[in-house]
């Protein structure tokens, strides 16, 4: 069996600096603290036990701190709501002769389980991204779908402009 070196120290340090990455790099005018974490993979670089890789998984949420405070996250209190940012991240750390670096780190929507997806907020939580709102959406249509066209005759002042209404399902 493997032997894992779990240093709450070099832990908190990478977690810290993964953190810190997410509030440095990611939109929004609040910090975000993490939730939760658990160490996933550790890598021994050199005989030393200081020297190695750490792949974290952790969950983040928006607090009601502002970015510019530069307040400690762990001193914010979350938001509450479901308007509230979370976030499922993993990094890959790598600490090397006391240094700490952040070489890679990826965050998504959280998925939620089958028991918990019942709740509007969870589903609305799970299905938003920035990607799914369009411009020129069904519910919203430019003036150049066709089903949300205006009519094409030339007015010449006489007549009202028509607008058809898209129906909406």
């Known amino acids: 069996l493997p032997y894992f070196y779990h240093d709450d120290k070099v832990i908190t340090t990478a977690l810290d600096a993964s953190l810190a990455q997410v509030n440095n790099e990611f939109w929004g005018v609040n910090l975000f603290r ?3 974490s658990t160490v996933k993979l550790v890598n021994y670089l050199t005989d030393s036990k200081d020297d190695l890789d ?5 969950g983040v949420r928006e607090t009601i701190c502002n970015k510019k ?5 762990t001193t914010c209190n979350f938001k509450v709501g479901y308007v509230a940012m979370e976030r499922s991240c993993t990094s890959y750390v790598q600490i090397l002769e006391g240094q700490t670096r952040v070489l890679s780190i990826h965050c998504k929507m959280p998925s939620y389980s089958s028991s918990e997806s019942s709740s509007s907020e969870e589903k609305f939580r799970r299905t938003w991204s920035p990607q799914s709102v369009r411009q020129d959406s069904g519910r919203f249509p430019s003036q150049l779908e066709e089903y949300g066209e205006r009519n094409k005759k030339p007015n010449l002042g006489r007549e009202r402009e028509q607008w058809h209404m898209p129906a909406f399902e």
């Open 34 to 36: 993490v939730k939760r």
């Open 69 to 73: 405070t530069f307040r400690d996250p």
């Open 54 to 58: 750490l792949t974290l998984e952790f």
